[in-house]
DNA sequence: GCTTGAACCTGTAGTTGCTACAGACCTTAG
DNA sequence: CTAAGGTCTGTAGCAACTACAGGTTCAAGC
């Protein structure tokens, strides 16, 4: 009957694998403040829990999402003050959907320009471009 | 009758102004090769000619429609190489395009999850969020 | 001619979000 | 016991700028 039973603990390799995250980017993580300083053995090694485990997955997850480093940090901080609320994280969250929308907006006027100019482009061994005489500045973009 | 007529020059700050570039980023795409080295005054100041007020609004369309670095200066020196034909840069854009549209669709996935989130979350006081949730893994993303 | 302030010069550091390397140390299997 | 691999630290690199410090130089007013 073990009365401390040692946590199922874990290397950065292990959790490396686990997660699918770079073993580089955990340190990152950890340097920049998105994990905490995890448990060290005798000779320095970094020993990771379960809990170490599940930020990283919030963190990695939040990337996924397209929050930046400090949002997450933001919303990791609103999730341990003990008293968070629902309306805090979807103000992040709505402007955060905003800013997505704004992207794509801009990507789609991008698409149409490159569109207009690719389909007026002839190829082949032609020697008038569009594509050129627009970025030149001879045509509009 | 002026024999070496001296071509109308402009130094930094003007050339910026003209352009609507950061004086800062003219010095950039100098050093980065993506403009010549200009003239200088005896005492050092950059002379800046129309041509290279040209070649810098071929470089801000470039970036402005989305080509990287690297794409302008190939595309550059395709347009300077006397013989380039419009196919090759047809290849170029399109692929540029293709790359445009992954991103956007990337982009939506994004705002579709993030709708969903946002949906889901009352806001106001509640104390389960699922936007949490979800980055915490306890709901699919 | 002199002063003052703007513009310009150079080199370098910061941004964001990683990724990768060098050189040392530790661990583990055979 | 040794060899290979994992881990440690610090640091440099990527894109594409942007900004600053500390030093000239220019231009206008008196």
């Known amino acids: 009957m073990a009365i401390t039973k040692p946590r199922e603990a874990m290397k950065r390799g292990e959790l490396g694998r686990r997660s699918g995250c770079n073993i580089e980017t955990i340190r990152y993580y ?9 448990d060290r ?3 320095g090694h970094r020993l ?14 939040g990337r ?3 929050f930046s480093v400090a949002e ?3 919303l990791l ?34 698409e149409k320009s490159l569109t207009r100019l690719v389909r007026n482009c002839e190829g082949g061994e032609a020697k008038d471009c569009p ?8 045509r509009p973009v």
Chains 1, 2 share one sequence.
Do not use: W
């Open 30 to 38: 950890e340097r920049i403040g998105l994990l905490p300083e995890p």
């Open 41 to 43: 053995t005798d000779s």
């Open 48 to 61: 990771y829990s379960p809990e170490d485990q599940a930020q990283l997955g919030f963190v990695m997850r």
């Open 64 to 66: 996924e999402l397209g």
């Open 72 to 74: 997450i940090r933001a």
């Open 77 to 110: 901080s609103l999730m341990n003050s003990s008293e968070f609320t629902c309306g805090e994280v979807l103000d992040m969250a709505s402007s955060h959907l905003a800013s997505i929308k704004a992207k794509i907006r801009d990507l789609r006027k991008l």
């Open 131 to 138: 594509v050129i005489d627009a970025l030149a500045g001879d």
